[in-house]
Each structure stands twice: as C-alpha cells, then as structure tokens.
C-alpha cells in the first residue's frame, strides 16, 4: 500500500541512535507494568489532518525492537488523511510495542508534519505558475534524509543535498573571492562541466553582475516583491531565478506571480511543527 523511496538500511544507524538514547537503561515502567507474556495491537492514529509519510520507519523502528513484532500500513505515503485515521497497525508482544512507540512516532510526527507544510505551500502557487516549492540544508543534524523525503512527499523539490552537491555561491564567498564576478569566474574555472553555477544577489545592481558572469541560476535574497518583479524583467529568461530569505506562506503567490522559477523556504525542515499522532491500544 505504501511507497518508500529511501533504502531501509541507510536508516539504521539514525534509527539505532534514536532507539539507544530512549532505551539505554532499558524501560523500568513497561518491565513492572507489562507481563512478559501479554499480546496487544495498536494504531498508529492521525490526531488531526496531516500528509501521511515516513510509515516505513516506524515499521522499521519496531522491527528493530522486535523482530516478531507485524506491522501493517493503513494508508499510503503522501497520502492526505483526516483526524482519526489509523495509519498503521503494529501487534505482537505488548511490551515490544511499549518501548519502540515513543521512538516511532518521534520520526513519523515530525516527517508528517513537513510534509504536511510543504502539501501547504506548493497549494499556495496560483494555478498556472510553473514555480517550484524546495527545501535548503536548514535541517535538523542527523535527519537530513528523512527531511527531505518528507518534502517530496508533500509535494516539493529538493535544493542541493550538500556542499559537494552543486556550486552555491554566497555572499560570504563572494566578499572573500573579492566579488560577484571574481567569484563566479573562480568557480567556473573549478567546477564539474556537469555542474551549474547558481549565486546568491541581495540587490539589482549584484544581479546585473551575476548576468553578465553568465551564471545560470541566480538566487534572489531578501527582495520584496516589487524588486523580484524588476529582477525578472531583467534577466528576461536568461537565468534560473530563485526567491529566498523571508519566505512565509502568505508570499508564495505573489512571488510565483512575479515570475521566479522556484521559492527556497527554510521554515519547511527549521521550524514546522511536529504533526499530532497517537498510538493506541486496542481494548
């Protein structure tokens, strides 16, 4: 029923590490409370509407616990779902169950919950916009993976996955390179042929530079909108253009309107709130 794009295997040290951290000194209450033979079945349950996503690795974070443990999803990834769908289902021994649920729904709250903003802001672009929705590297350490699927789940792109991805030249780089141009040129002159060159502007007279260094994509910082409009008049189609910096929803359509190709929004993986899950026993 589900679709997940991220090799298992890649996943079990984080998953490892995450599991270590909430049971390192084993769980004293699950030991007292539970009897070592008692049985249970459980739901996965979305407290609210959300984007369902990251279901496989609270499978995998079971499994981890107890191999005999059997999990099922209830839905689909980048599924839309409403306040009372059950998920998934997860049933064997009670105590099993007990120690991975907290773990579990750590990774999957928080993958909902980006996917669930991201679903938001790509709904934002007016219809016949071609702009695209993307993500930065303003993940949490750690769960960079797991962040960025979560954003193509809800419907967004990508931007560079990490330093030796793709050239981004910023704006430290370009007071240390000694300028917009020096700065492109160098990395031009140092770059992959299968790579393009993409630098950040803060105002209309570095983008004119940029232009005319030829690079490909051009990153408009920090601009209001009336400035991104006169920045895609200016570059006539002769470059990438991608907002960034003060990005909020309730920007996304002027923004598109102006004419960028794609909206960079940090909040997606910095600051978007964990997405309200449950996991109940079944009386």
């Known amino acids: 029923m589900t679709s997940f794009d991220i090799p298992l295997p890649l996943l079990e040290e984080t998953l490892t590490r995450a599991l270590a951290e909430d049971l390192g000194a084993g ?161 031009r002159a140092r770059a992959p042929h299968t790579s393009r060159i993409e630098c950040e502007v803060d105002s209309l007279e570095q983008l004119e530079e940029a232009l005319a260094a030829r690079a490909d994509i051009v990153l408009l910082d920090n601009m209001d909108t009336a400035t991104v409009e006169e920045a895609v008049r200016r570059t006539r189609g002769r470059a990438f253009l991608e907002a960034s910096g003060g990005i909020t929803l309730e920007r996304i359509a002027e923004l598109a309107r102006a004419g960028v190709n794609a909206i960079s929004v940090g909040a997606l993986t910095h600051s978007t709130p964990a997405a309200d899950i449950g996991l109940d026993f079944i009386a």
Not at 28 to 36: G, L, S
Not at 84 to 93: P, Q
Not at 135 to 152: F, Q, S, W
């Open 27 to 187: 769980d004293v209450t699950t030991e007292a409370c539970v009897p070592e033979d008692k049985t249970a079945t459980a739901n996965g349950v979305a407290r609210k509407a959300m984007v369902a996503c990251g279901i496989p690795v609270a499978g995998r974070v079971f499994a981890l616990v107890d191999p005999s443990l059997r999990f099922e999803a209830r839905v689909a990834e980048g599924a839309s779902v409403t306040a009372g769908t059950v998920l998934w289902t997860v049933a064997g021994c009670a105590r099993s169950i007990l120690m991975g649920e907290r773990v579990a729904l750590n990774f999957t709250q928080r993958m909902c919950g980006i996917s669930t903003a991201t679903q938001r802001h790509v709904a934002a672009v007016p219809e016949g916009c071609l702009t695209r929705i993307t993500d930065t590297r303003k993940t949490t350490p750690g769960l960079r993976l797991l962040e960025r699927y979560a954003v193509r789940r809800g419907g967004g792109h990508n931007h560079r996955n990490d330093l030796g991805s793709a050239v981004l030249i910023k704006d430290n780089h370009v007071v240390a390179a000694g300028g917009v141009t020096a700065a492109i040129e160098a990395a």
